[in-house]
Structure formats: structure tokens, C-alpha cells
């Protein structure tokens, strides 16, 4: 497959699914990662079947015709209704984005800091269509249509549409590897109602990961698949145990702290997966579950009421404000989370092998612990040291490290002085404004280096004697490496040459290479990601000619020394 971007235009813009286009334009492989640690895109891309991209311009491309899937249309046309209709009953800003998200999986509409609100809160499942949505879509439907149960006849028809409704929904919610587990697990579950067999939940779930994994080998590969069925497992595994903590007389009290115990469960099957993709766990996530799972429930049901009432306005009116105060508390208690002190643990690192040590570790501490399994105490305590001796050889490469890393951010300056666990990353102030570019490109090599945030701009100076690092926005020096770098003009000229070790070349403005080796003797010429495409081909051929030793990190990735 081929994903081809277009420029946003009058026409661009009207293309829907099932459209045939004609595009002339030069097909390229997808780049892999340039900085240390980063995502890498054409591995994604990959695992999804799509090994090139192209940019197609507005002049470039027209439109052939109309053909498509019959039943997606339908799902996607169905969609585009439902979103009509939370519109024209009054939903609008963060409330209409949140029912969106919960209600459908239309999760364009979030702006960011919505999502890190969720994100902080240990919520975002909740924006994310999973089983929880299509479990109280099962529950309501069997419900419903609870009165066909008399003969086989009639039992039959309930599983046939059972089966259509919730496999409908799983198409207009855009077919998530969640949604495909519930909406699989769930069907399993209702074919088996058809037979006097007893379920078991093991096997079920075992059945659906492995029919959706043989119609699609790489969902294995998906974050979505792999967080959906650890998170049933926890649920299976460690639920019983931690509900079995505490006998809760009051049905109130216990229903809460059934709440607690199931979130738990859930965050011990997650947690090291979740550390090892997103770096964060959320301290606060069962006091949220608490109120998040009976609001999801209210959410979920009065959009369903909403949909099948929506041609009544009076009726779909008072429907939709019942719905807009439940989403609004909601998003009202998931904010309030970011006020609370300690709201979350950033910057975690969890490669695979911490991530299999943690796992396993868990597996051995809830029968020790809960079941009173003593022989697995000393299994318990091999992980256990050797978790800690892993954290201790990562903290003693930190403490070791000394390292100068020019990134590959494009069309923009980032300089990395890194000694021990302290560093300080200049960048230009374009960069520095869009912190979620810079967490995008380097947040992961600066937890696997075990650094914080301290960025300042390469525009003006900077000096740190602890680090011993100096900048004057042209010259620096780190320890005992000078360098030198060339925004404009060149800064220097002298009968007796300046010496450094290496030089970095950014920006737009021409360079002559040669005018420069003669005011600035130097090692290695580096040729930052703010440096365009013209400018580089001509730096090259100029440190071709003269022998020079150079390093293009639009090219080659990130420039790193080890000191």
C-alpha cells in the first residue's frame, strides 16, 4: 500500500472513502528513526502494510470515479449521521469531542491538552472504544431483546441480531483492535448461549486473539492489541484476589471498592507495556476509575437513547442535555486530577527486558502474596535482584556518560551537552515553542540517558560551570572539545587560523566551505536538520572536493560523540 499526502485545498478537501484518483508523483520509502530511541515510522508503516508515501500536488492528481465497499460506506455514512446528531441537539467544544471519542471512536476533534488531561487522569481508555463500550452495548441490547428466549427459533434470531448490532457498531467506531477483541470475545460468548456448554473465559479470549491474529498476523505488533488483552488478563488473573482483600458489608462501599479492584487488576496487567510505550504511570488513576466507570455507563446508555430518539426533538433535546451534564462532569473530574500533587510518574524507563523482569515478578508476588504460595518466594526474590541490578548498571551508565548529540529535527537547530544526568539541549526559539515536536524527537533518548528537561536557546549564550560547558551563540566549548557554529557569515577572520574540533552548519543563509577552512581550522564539519536541501548538496560537494571530514544529519541521523 501507498499513502499519498495531499496539499489542504478546495478540492483536497471533498475527497471522501471510495474515491478513484489518477496522481502523477515520485513514490519514496517511508525514513526510518534519526535520533536515538525515536519511533520508528517506517517500521510502523510496515507492520501495516504501507511501504511508500507520496506528496501529490494540487495540480497533479484528479478524480476517476466512485467505488467502494458497500457496507463501510454505509458504516461511515451512519457515523457521519450519529456526529450529525449530537451536533443539532446542542453538543459543542470538549463535550461534543468527548462524546464523539466515547460514543463513536471520532477522535479528531480532541485538542491535546483534553488528551493529556485523560492521559494524567488514567482515563484514556475511556476516549479509546474498547469492551467496556461494547460490554454496555451487549448488556443493553440483551436487555432489550431479552423476550425472544421461548424456543430455539427465536433464540436464534436474538443471537443473529445481537451479532448485527454490535458488529455494525464495531464498523462505524473504525474497527480498533479493542473493539475487534470485545466485539469477537462478546460474540463468542453469544453463539455459546446457543448450547448448553459452560464458557470459559480463558478460552474464549485465547479464540479471539488467535482468529484476529490469523486474519491479521501483525496485529501483534499493535499497541492498542497488545494494552486490550493484558488488560483482560489482569482483569481475570488479579480481580479476584484484591476484591477478596476486603468483606464489604454495605452494597455502596462495596460496589466501590469492586471498582478499585478491578482498575487495579487492569493497571497490574498494563503497567509495564504502558511504561515501556508512553513512559507514564498515573498515581491517581483508581480514585478516577471510581467515578469514570459509572459515568461511562450514563454516557454510553443516554447516547444510545439520544441515537434511537433522535427523530423525536423534544424527546432527543432533553436527551442530549443529560448527556452533555455527564460528559461535562466527566471531563470536570478528569481535569481536577492535574491540580492534585504527585498527579503522575513521568519519564519511566522500561525497555523489553525490564519490561518481561516486571511481568514476571508480578506473576510471582500475587499467589505469593494473596494465596500464601511460599515456594515462589525465592523465585520471587531471583526477579526482584534481578531488577535491581539491571536499574543499577542503567543508573551506572548514566553516571558515565559524557556526550555531545546534534539531533535530526527537521528544519530546526538542537544541540545536545549531556554529562552524567545533567545536560543542557540548546535549540532554536521556533523549536523550544513547540514542546510537543521536541518530546515527539527526543523524549525517548533523554529517559534512556536518564536526563530532565532544561532546554535553553541557541541564539544567545549560555554557561554552566558545573557542567563546564560555555556558549556565546557562535564559539562554545565542553570540557576539552571546542566547536563552532555557523548560522550566517562566518564569525572569524584571522592571518592565524582559530582551531576546533568540529564545526555545525545551520540555517539557510550560504556558506562558502572553502573561505572558511581558511579562518577556522577544524575536525569534522557537521550539517544540522535546519540546513535545506540546496544548501546541503552544496556543502557536500564543497567537503568533497577539499578532503574534509563531514557528517550530514538530514542523512545520517544524529551526529554523537562519546567524550
Not at 511481568?359 to 531471583?382: C, D, E, N, T
Not at 532554536?428 to 532546554?455: F, Q
Not at 558545573?466 to 576539552?480: K, L, S, V
Request: a positive charge; charged letters at 15%; glycine letters at 6%.
Amino acid at each position: 500500500k501507498t499513502i499519498a499526502y495531499f496539499r489542504k485545498d478546495s478540492l483536497s478537501k471533498h475527497l471522501t472513502y471510495g474515491d478513484w484518483i489518477v496522481f502523477k508523483g515520485r513514490l519514496g520509502k517511508p525514513e526510518g528513526p534519526k535520533n536515538p530511541g525515536a519511533f520508528d515510522y517506517a517500521k510502523f508503516l510496515a507492520r501495516n502494510n504501507v511501504h511508500y508515501v507520496v506528496f501529490v500536488s494540487g495540480d497533479n492528481w484528479s478524480l476517476l470515479g466512485t467505488s467502494a465497499n458497500t457496507l463501510m460506506s454505509l458504516a461511515i455514512k451512519a457515523r457521519k449521521y450519529l456526529l450529525n446528531v449530537l451536533r443539532e441537539n446542542g453538543m459543542a467544544g470538549d463535550n461534543y469531542a468527548v462524546a464523539a471519542a466515547i460514543l463513536l471512536g471520532y477522535d479528531q476533534l480532541l485538542e491535546p491538552e483534553l488528551e493529556q488531561n485523560y492521559v494524567t487522569a488514567g482515563a484514556m481508555h475511556i476516549l479509546c472504544v474498547s469492551g467496556l463500550h461494547v460490554g454496555i452495548i451487549y448488556l443493553v441490547l440483551n436487555f432489550l431483546l431479552g423476550f425472544l428466549r421461548r424456543n430455539i427459533i427465536q433464540k436464534v434470531v436474538k443471537v443473529i441480531l445481537l451479532l448485527s448490532i454490535i458488529w455494525f457498531y464495531a464498523m462505524i467506531t473504525g474497527f480498533s483492535p479493542s473493539v475487534q477483541r470485545a466485539s469477537l470475545m462478546i460474540s463468542l460468548f453469544i453463539i455459546a448461549t446457543l448450547s448448553s456448554k459452560q464458557k470459559d473465559v480463558y478460552n474464549t479470549l485465547a479464540a479471539s486473539a488467535v482468529i484476529l491474529l490469523f486474519i491479521n498476523p501483525f496485529l501483534i505488533f499493535n499497541v492498542g492489541f497488545q494494552l486490550s488483552y493484558t488488560a483482560v488478563l489482569g482483569i481475570l488473573l488479579f480481580y479476584n484476589p484484591i476484591a477478596g482483600l476486603f468483606y464489604i458489608k454495605n452494597k455502596a462501599v462495596r460496589k466501590v471498592w469492586e471498582i478499585v479492584a478491578v482498575s487495579t487488576a487492569a493497571q497490574l496487567g498494563t503497567f509495564p507495556l504502558a511504561a515501556h510505550y508512553f513512559h507514564f504511570f498515573p498515581t491517581y488513576f483508581w480514585l478516577t476509575n471510581i467515578f469514570i466507570f459509572p459515568l461511562s455507563f450514563a454516557i454510553v446508555g443516554s447516547g444510545i437513547l439520544l441515537m434511537a430518539f433522535s427523530w423525536l426533538p423534544l424527546v432527543s433535546k432533553l436527551v442530549a442535555g443529560l448527556l452533555s451534564g455527564f460528559v461535562f462532569l466527566l471531563n470536570l473530574i478528569v481535569s481536577s486530577v492535574d491540580y492534585l500533587p504527585h498527579n503522575g510518574i513521568h519519564d519511566l524507563y522500561f525497555p523489553w527486558v525490564k519490561v518481561l523482569l516486571v511481568y514476571g515478578l508480578i506473576l510471582l508476588l500475587i499467589p505469593l502474596v494473596f494465596k500464601r504460595q511460599l515456594k515462589l518466594l525465592f523465585p520471587a526474590l531471583l526477579v526482584f535482584l534481578l531488577v535491581i541490578l539491571f536499574q543499577t548498571a542503567h543508573k551506572y551508565r548514566i553516571l558515565n556518560q559524557k556526550r555531545v548529540a546534534v539531533y535530526h529535527v527537521n528544519q530546526h537547530s538542537a544541540i545536545d551537552f549531556i554529562h552524567q544526568d545533567k545536560h543542557v539541549l540548546l535549540a532554536d526559539s521556533v523549536l523550544l515553542a513547540e514542546d510537543s515536536k521536541l518530546e515527539y524527537h527526543l523524549a525517548n533518548c533523554r529517559i534512556s540517558w536518564g536526563l530532565d528537561k532544561n532546554n535553553e536557546s541557541i541564539e544567545s549564550g549560555y554557561m554552566n560551570n558545573e557542567m563546564n560547558i560555555f556558549y556565546d551563540g557562535r564559539f562554545g566549548a565542553f570540557g576539552d572539545r571546542t566547536f563552532m557554529r555557523i548560522s550566517d557569515k562566518i564569525p572569524y577572520s584571522s592571518a592565524q587560523p582559530l582551531s576546533v574540533d568540529f564545526i555545525i552548519i545551520s540555517g539557510k543563509k550560504k556558506v562558502d566551505i572553502k573561505a572558511l577552512e581558511g579562518a577556522v581550522a577544524f575536525e569534522y564539519l557537521v550539517i544540522d536538520s535546519s540546513v535545506p536541501y540546496w544548501k546541503q548538496r552544496k556543502l557536500e560537494e564543497q567537503a568533497k572536493e577539499l578532503g574534509l571530514k563531514y557528517f550530514n544529519v538530514n542523512k545520517q541521523g544524529a551526529f554523537i560523540i562519546d567524550l
